[in-house]
């Protein structure tokens, strides 16, 4: 194995996805939810993308891949649904950028896994890209077994870590 798990603090971070479909709109999701600074490249997008863009919550670029949309992007996202496309995108990144192709494993620099979130606590599960679909099983059982209470829970150990550092 020769991945690094890592959470990354995301806010105002420069990304860009292109594609303007369901798996980029999961992805842009968790990048707003992290507070990045998210560009989606795409010449149509599902209508769950419009309140974002109507709100300006996420800038969209109503066009095709072009290399200059990409160039101040700390981290990228290939979701288009044409192989070729995603492959060109890849090739046009900056080594100091990260990229995740998300039909392709063998061409990118990080996965996503999935994850559950209660508050202050995340619980995440990666198959490295083998099944998402068993890291979406997985997820499923945890989120049954932590469930929303233990969003309070953790507040209250982050408290008591306070007042014990004091």
């Given at each position: 194995?020769?991945?690094?798990p890592?959470?990354l603090?995301m806010?105002?971070?420069p990304?860009?996805v292109?594609?303007?479909?369901k798996?980029?709109?999961?992805k842009?999701v968790?990048?707003?939810?992290?507070k990045?600074n998210?560009?989606i490249v795409a010449?149509?997008?599902?209508?769950?993308?419009i309140p974002f863009?109507?709100?300006?919550?996420?800038?969209?670029?109503?066009?095709?891949f072009?290399p200059?949309y990409?160039?101040?992007?700390?981290?990228?996202i290939a979701?288009?649904?044409?192989p070729?496309?995603?492959e060109?995108?890849f090739?046009?990144?900056?080594?100091?950028?990260?990229?995740?192709?998300v039909?392709?494993?063998?061409?990118?620099?990080?996965?996503?896994?999935v994850?559950?979130?209660r508050?202050?606590?995340?619980?995440?599960?990666?198959?490295s890209g083998a099944?998402?679909?068993?890291a979406?099983k997985?997820k499923n059982?945890i989120?049954?077994?932590?469930d929303e209470?233990?969003?309070?829970y953790?507040?209250?150990?982050f408290?008591?870590r306070?007042?014990?550092?004091d």
């Amino acid at each position: 194995m020769n991945s690094y798990p890592i959470t990354l603090n995301m806010k105002n971070r420069p990304v860009v996805v292109f594609g303007g479909g369901k798996v980029a709109y999961r992805k842009v999701v968790s990048l707003m939810n992290a507070k990045a600074n998210v560009t989606i490249v795409a010449p149509t997008l599902i209508d769950s993308f419009i309140p974002f863009v109507e709100t300006k919550k996420i800038k969209w670029i109503k066009d095709n891949f072009r290399p200059e949309y990409m160039k101040d992007a700390q981290l990228i996202i290939a979701a288009t649904n044409d192989p070729v496309v995603n492959e060109q995108i890849f090739e046009a990144k900056k080594e100091t950028q990260w990229i995740n192709i998300v039909d392709n494993p063998a061409l990118y620099d990080f996965h996503l896994p999935v994850t559950v979130y209660r508050g202050k606590l995340s619980i995440s599960i990666a198959t490295s890209g083998a099944s998402p679909l068993l890291a979406r099983k997985i997820k499923n059982e945890i989120a049954e077994k932590y469930d929303e209470s233990y969003t309070a829970y953790v507040d209250l150990l982050f408290e008591a870590r306070i007042l014990i550092k004091d």
